[in-house]
């Protein structure tokens, strides 16, 4: 499984960015799909996760401001962030998950600065 993530880029606080992650390969393997984020100095962190049936799940932090949704017809996972804060700041990771694997795209740069 390749797991291509896009989207990042630098945002006011308050604005609003959507980063997108599609999967290739072996996709009907996969069970659940989401997004994890590294801060400079920090280890990595949850951010949000959603099954192929559309069960999600969300860190306390983006609750009420994130939205993670995917289609799977295009394998591919969207995070909607919205009211974004400059502690939001941090490398963005895909992740897929299936047959007790884990995959990892590469990370995306969200930086929230004025």
């Known amino acids: 499984v390749q797991l291509q993530a896009s989207g990042g880029g630098l945002v006011q606080p308050g604005g609003s960015l959507r980063l997108s992650c599609a999967a290739s390969?072996?996709?009907?393997?996969?069970?659940?799909m989401g997004w994890y984020r590294q801060a400079p100095g920090k280890q990595r962190d949850f951010v949000a996760t959603i099954t192929r049936g559309g069960s999600t799940n969300y860190a306390d932090s983006v609750k009420g401001r994130f939205t993670i949704s995917r289609d799977n017809a295009k394998n591919t996972v969207y995070l909607q962030m919205n009211s974004l804060k400059p502690e939001d700041t941090a490398v963005y990771y895909c992740?897929?998950?299936?047959?007790?694997?884990?995959?990892w795209g590469q990370g995306t740069l969200v930086t929230v600065s004025s």
């Open positions: 390969g072996n996709v009907f393997s996969l069970t659940r």
């Open positions: 992740n897929a998950y299936g047959f007790a694997v884990d995959y």
